[in-house]
């Protein structure tokens, strides 16, 4: 089969399409033909194999595991001994490494059932920024209807999926993003909307309730500024490790004496019962992703490169294969 590798840390250029071994499912495992995966900022983290800290994990001198992409959708091959919830022919999404691919082994707690009102493309685009968005604005910042909320980068994955989100559970959602995104960013449902280029929403005398942060380009001290008295605020992204160190450690200590809170979010999880809330909210209509680009496996580059440049209003997608395998 033909899968995606990073032999090397650096560009995307790095990257190499290559033929390798087709995996074989374990007991537990089930084995995908993948239809689309999705990019995600972690992945052009990785390839780059910054912050250097990444490296400690991932390998020091070059990738311990060479294959790249973690979210996607397709047809399920066959299934382990152990599998009893998923059969050949079902159309899946969920979780796994390696995804940049045509076919992968996953986990069978890793998937779910794809929304059959859902395509693949938008099925692939959900999971990692499902799970981020899911975690921050219903674990850590324990958002309530009624909420003044603002979410920085409404126009990324994390955003847009964060603004739909928060919409759905009754809020006022102020989306910020750059002038050429307003209206994607307005089609997702927004209340308002904030051009960062023309104003900074730590300055603008605003008060949210909630800030979800899928940037992280701020400073604690300008996130409480914006903060209404019992306001909180939940950073997913990051900018650079010296902003990311003072949003963990700084953002928890002035965050000890109550009221105002500001706080790292983390590195998500992937627990099934998130992934079939996500399926919930897809079928229900109450979130879709927003696809921008695709680009077939062998440009799967291109498509890092161009998540890279922070051009993409919404998600990158990879097509894999185009037919069904029935």
Request: aromatic residues 6%.
């Amino acid at each position: 089969m033909r899968a995606v590798l990073l032999t090397k840390y650096g560009s995307p250029d790095a990257l190499q399409l290559t033929e390798v071994q087709k995996p074989a499912p374990k007991s537990n495992q089930v084995l995908v033909k993948v239809h689309s995966a999705s990019v995600n900022a972690g992945d052009y983290h990785r390839m780059r194999g910054r912050p250097l800290l990444l490296r400690l994990l991932s390998g020091l001198r070059k990738p311990k595991n060479p294959l790249l992409g973690t979210d996607f959708a397709g047809w399920v091959e066959a299934v382990g001994s152990d599998v009893t919830e998923f059969k050949p022919g079902d159309e899946v999404f969920g979780v796994c490494a390696g995804s940049f691919a045509e076919y992968v082994c996953a986990g069978s707690t890793k998937l779910a059932l794809k929304p059959a009102n859902v395509s693949f493309e938008a099925a692939a685009a959900a999971p990692v920024v499902g799970f981020t968005a899911l975690q921050g604005l219903r674990d850590k910042a324990q958002i309530q209807a009624g909420q003044k909320v603002l979410v920085n980068g409404a126009s990324s994955g994390v955003g847009m999926f964060a603004v739909q989100l928060a919409k759905s559970l009754g809020a006022e959602v102020t989306g910020v993003c750059s002038t050429r995104k307003l209206d994607m960013v307005r089609s997702l449902g927004v209340d308002h909307t904030i051009d960062y280029t023309q104003e900074d929403f730590t300055r603008s005398g605003q008060r949210y309730d909630l800030i979800y942060d899928a940037v992280g380009n701020h400073s604690v001290g300008a996130y409480r500024r914006a903060l209404s008295p019992q306001g909180v605020c939940v950073i997913a992204g990051f900018t650079s490790l010296l902003r990311l160190f003072e949003h963990v450690v700084l953002g928890r200590l002035v965050s000890r004496g109550g009221g105002r809170q500001v706080g790292f979010q983390g590195i998500a999880t992937t627990p099934q019962t998130d992934l079939l809330a996500i399926k919930e909210l897809l079928e229900t209509g109450k979130v879709m992703p927003f696809i921008d680009r695709s680009y077939p496996l062998s440009e799967a580059a291109e498509a890092v490169r161009y998540l890279d440049q922070r051009h993409a209003r919404g998600k990158v997608v990879i097509t894999v294969a185009q037919a069904s395998s029935t």
